[in-house]
């Protein structure tokens, strides 16, 4: 079992910048697979970026390309999303996840995602 627990939400301006966190508990954090996903009001849970367990390279969603950095550190087993130039369409509740499949290095699909924090939300103001 995989507890996590996400923070760094808030209400920013247009352009601003957040960093989230989540802190897992457990023992084997280097194990998974994780990811960010996030859902605005009235619209599907979508992808946001997941970071391969093994290599720790990052892969991201085209909408948020080259302004999300995500990263992971497994001594403190936690991950990151560092969220630049932030624009309105980016506010949702954001969500980070736990994949346990040991065949699975990186994955961004939701469905398969075995664990999930509470949520943090962002707002970003015009």
């Known amino acids: 079992q995989v507890r996590l627990v996400e923070s760094g939400g808030g209400l920013v301006q247009a352009g601003g910048s957040l960093r989230l966190s989540c802190a897992a508990s457990g023992r084997t954090f280097s194990s998974y697979a994780m990811g960010w996903f996030r859902q605005a009001p009235g619209k599907e849970r979508e992808f946001v970026a997941a970071?391969?367990?093994?290599?720790?390279?990052?892969y991201y969603a085209d909408s948020v390309k080259g302004r999300f950095t995500m990263s992971r550190d497994n001594a403190k087993n936690t991950v990151y999303l560092q969220m630049n130039s932030l624009k309105p369409e980016d506010t949702a509740v954001y969500y980070c996840?736990?994949?346990?499949?040991?065949?699975?290095?990186?994955?961004?699909?939701?469905?398969?995602?075995?664990?999930w924090g509470q949520g943090t939300q962002v707002t970003v103001s015009s």
């Open positions: 996840a736990a994949d346990q499949n040991p065949g699975i290095l990186i994955d961004i699909t939701w469905r398969r995602y075995d664990y």
């Open positions: 970071i391969n367990r093994s290599d720790g390279s990052a």
